[in-house]
């Protein structure tokens, strides 16, 4: 007969194999279709940069500051949105450089507080090199003020990757409808007849 010293490593691989499963179960999955999985960023969030419209674009003011405010996924609804995932580090962005490239080059109607598209960029500061996730953030900031129109969001405990399970140190693509429904996702870098068929499909989902 077996003794109770004898049952606890087995108890103890019991427990932790538990614990792996609901550790792994609690993120979310990103499924054609459906809305992305819920989650709210409290620390910094949405930047907020003030703004003037010049010749119809919204254009950064100058001197002026960049603020946040909390921002949660369900408010990805009401236009067609590309969310770009991005670890902090350096040559990431590079990844899908090609993609954001071409949403530039489609003139996609986006340069005002209301227009029908948007890229939301999610900048993973909790995924920067130790000591860097400062200077990632200025140059986050830097951004926003070149491009106000856009909107960026800057997590800084890395609760969207784990929310929908990404993979760390990569850059991540997805598109959404005006219902909040995924229309393409994608891990790693998208190819030359992806970033086409993609744009096309944004087009037809705005109608132009």
Sequence with gaps: MRTAKQYKPVAIILILLTLFIINTTNAGEIKLNHEL??????????????????NKKMVFKKDSEITYRKWKSSELTGRVFTVYHL?????IDE?????????????????????????ITVLNTDDALWGTAGIASRRFEKSQKEF?????????EGLIQKAWGL??????????????????????????????????MIKKELGI
């Excluded at 999985?37 to 930047?47: A, D, F, R, T």
């Excluded at 106000?148 to 800084?156: F, G, K, L, R, S």
């Design 37 to 54: 999985p819920p989650v709210s960023i409290e620390e910094k969030g949405l930047l907020l940069p003030e703004y003037e419209i010049i």
């Design 95 to 119: 990844i899908n450089k090609p993609y954001i490239d071409a949403l530039i080059d489609a003139y996609l109607p986006e340069k005002m507080p209301d227009s029908p598209y948007k890229t």
């Design 148 to 156: 106000p129109y856009a909107c960026y969001v800057n997590d800084e």
């Design 87 to 91: 670890a902090a580090r350096d040559g």
């Design 167 to 200: 993979k760390s140190k990569e850059s991540a693509v997805a598109v959404l409808n005006k219902e909040g429904k995924v229309i393409f996702f994608k891990e790693g870098k998208i190819t030359d007849e992806e970033i086409k068929g993609v744009v096309r």
